[in-house]
């Protein structure tokens, strides 16, 4: 059943397109919409990237009436912030294998033979099978010791004679050890990836069957490269094309390629199957490109200005907009958090930096609490329950020196996002405590598993995970090919990565995304600066008045108990 809300929803949604549309028209032609009907009509999205032509245009709408004139109109969107040349690297063999080598290579995949539960999911949405090693769930890796029973088809290898003869030798040395071979229906596609660095050698090869199509190279710097990859074609992605950009196929039925004869024509596409080969690689990676490099996981280089707008847009904006779903998700107190608010005396003052709901209130009821949060609509919540709370930067306490007994700061700076920043908010705690007070910082470990301590966080995912499998196909390719997620930008000269959510976190600065439980289609980047082992303890050796009284591991944080001694 519908309800007025539904149609509430439609109808906006219908007068956000239909404003788009009339500013397209506006902008590119200058004709400016009529509110009272006229006889002429501008048909969007009917062109080279939908596959309609003009005479199927006039055919539809004859039926309607006659028709004086048809006009198209080109957006200049096809080729916008597209660049021609390739990536640095990339090379692509036209004509690598004959029509017969096609067939032969096509005949030599089993599908029947098709292997593990996790593949059988797949085979829903695309088939995938793998050859010589199988990629493990649990760290996006390939597992070295354990290779599969099927190697790589033998009839394959033959490709690798012929890069040989052509001269490719010093650029592949190597005869592969890993296949995977993908079977795509028209219409399907590969989200935006890095092949993660380390579990594999330079370069990653990848052979076209079937049919053409074309995958998009993005560099984090803007420029995009739509890439032709031929039917019968070789990919090869070597040095910076391999490191340092991302690629995907879009999926859609349809290609726009450039033709010699007719310039742009769209290009549909067939069943397609890609061989993609690589060489398992030992150890480390040393590639020159430490942005998406899985060995080389540096920390963003991030100046004070850039710090505050990003924490403006990526922490303090997206708070106020998930405040309420947020709410919803946080009523569990973590049990050491709760013991040591418990351990304050009777009468005790007790501040809670970033106090989100207030689900650390009542924990003790001997002792006077007072909450602060950047965020208005989480403090207000708090206040709702009977708190005292106000709004405030944990950069900037609105309180007197010396005046609290005991302080806590869960989960908050690791919002901040330069050293100096997270070094003050900790010196602004330490100053309202008084000497002999003590407090508590909680923020997220860049590992997420030590030993048999799990967080929360990964284990939610294995609960999921089940569910995803069946339901996200775009996750569980990713998955599947070892791979990293893009960036966004956050200001104008700072991308940051976007974390796969629910895994092992890959870089330290980094957008974890948010989604509402009402509005799954928009996603919120939240900024965090995840904390490695003893990075928490090494900023209190820069505050004198303070000292460490015990620092610990629980379930994905890195903790710490300190105490102000003057
Ligand atoms: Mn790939
Ligand atoms: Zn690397």
């Not at 245009?57 to 048809?70: A, K, N, P, Q, R």
């Not at 709410?327 to 809670?352: C, M, Q, Y």
């Not at 007197?400 to 908010?425: M, N, P």
């Amino acid at each position: 059943m519908q309800t007025s809300e539904d149609c509430n929803k439609h109808r906006r949604k219908i007068d956000r397109k239909s404003c788009k549309y009339k500013n397209i028209l506006l902008k590119e032609t200058g004709i400016k919409h009529a509110e009272e009907p006229t006889k002429h009509l501008m048909i969007c999205n009917a062109g080279l990237v939908s596959g309609i032509s003009e005479c199927e245009v006039v055919e539809l709408f004859s039926e309607y009436g006659s028709i004086d004139l048809t006009t198209m109109l080109f957006v200049p969107q096809v080729q916008n912030n597209s660049v021609t040349s390739l990536p640095e690297g990339l090379y692509i063999l036209n004509d690598f294998v004959t029509e017969d080598e096609e067939e032969l290579l096509h005949k030599c995949i089993d599908w029947s033979k098709s292997t593990s539960n996790i593949d059988k999911l797949i085979l829903k949405h695309r088939n995938v099978k793998h050859y010589g090693y199988e990629f493990n769930y649990e760290n996006n890796n390939v597992d070295k010791n354990s290779p599969l029973e099927e190697s790589i088809p033998h009839k394959c290898l033959m490709l690798f004679d012929r890069l040989k003869e052509k001269g490719f030798y010093n650029i592949v040395p190597w005869i592969p050890d890993q296949l995977t071979v993908n079977e795509y229906q028209p219409g399907q596609g590969i989200p935006s990836h890095v092949d993660t660095h380390s579990p594999f050698e330079s370069p990653i090869i990848s052979l076209s069957l079937g049919s053409d199509v074309i995958m998009d190279f993005k560099h984090r710097d803007g420029r995009k490269v739509p890439v032709l990859l031929p039917r019968r074609s070789l990919l090869i992605m070597d040095g910076e094309s391999r490191y340092d950009w991302s690629h995907g196929i879009t999926p859609r039925k349809l290609d726009v390629v450039q033709s010699l004869e007719y310039g742009l024509i769209s290009k549909e596409r067939s069943v397609r199957t890609s061989f993609t080969f690589r060489k398992i690689h030992h150890g480390a990676c040393h590639c020159k490109y430490p942005f998406h490099c899985d060995s080389q996981q540096t920390s963003a280089v991030i100046s004070n200005n850039d710090a505050s707008q990003l924490e403006a847009v990526h922490v303090h904006q997206v708070y106020e907009e998930i405040s309420s779903h947020f709410s919803e998700t946080r009523h569990k107190p973590w049990p050491n958090v709760a013991n040591f608010v418990s351990s304050l005396p009777s009468g005790a003052i007790l501040v809670d930096v970033g106090c989100g709901n207030g689900k650390y209130f009542g924990a003790n009821r001997h002792i006077f609490e007072v909450g602060c949060d950047r965020s208005i609509h989480l403090s207000q919540e708090c206040h709702s329950r009977g708190n005292e709370v106000f709004t405030c930067d944990c950069l900037q306490l609105p309180l007197q020196s010396c005046c609290a007994d005991g302080v806590i700061s869960i989960a908050v700076i690791h919002h901040l996002a330069t050293y100096e920043r997270r070094l003050f908010a900790l010196k602004e705690m330490v100053r309202v405590l008084q000497i002999g007070g003590r407090g508590l910082v909680y923020v997220w470990a860049k590992d997420q598993q030590k030993g048999n301590n799990m967080s929360s966080y990964l284990k939610q995912d294995r609960k999921n995970r089940r569910k995803d499998d069946i339901n996200n196909q775009s996750r569980s390719n990713n998955e599947r090919t070892g791979e990293n997620s893009d960036s966004v930008e956050v200001t104008s000269d700072i991308s940051l990565p976007v974390h796969k959510n629910r895994t092992q976190f890959q870089h330290q600065d980094l957008l974890v995304p948010w989604k509402l439980k009402t509005n799954k289609d928009i996603i919120f980047y939240r900024y965090y600066h995840v904390f490695k082992e003893g990075e928490l303890e090494k900023i209190f050796l820069s505050i004198t008045d303070a000292k460490i009284t015990k620092s610990y591991y629980d379930q994905g944080n890195w903790c710490v108990l300190f105490e102000k001694i003057k």
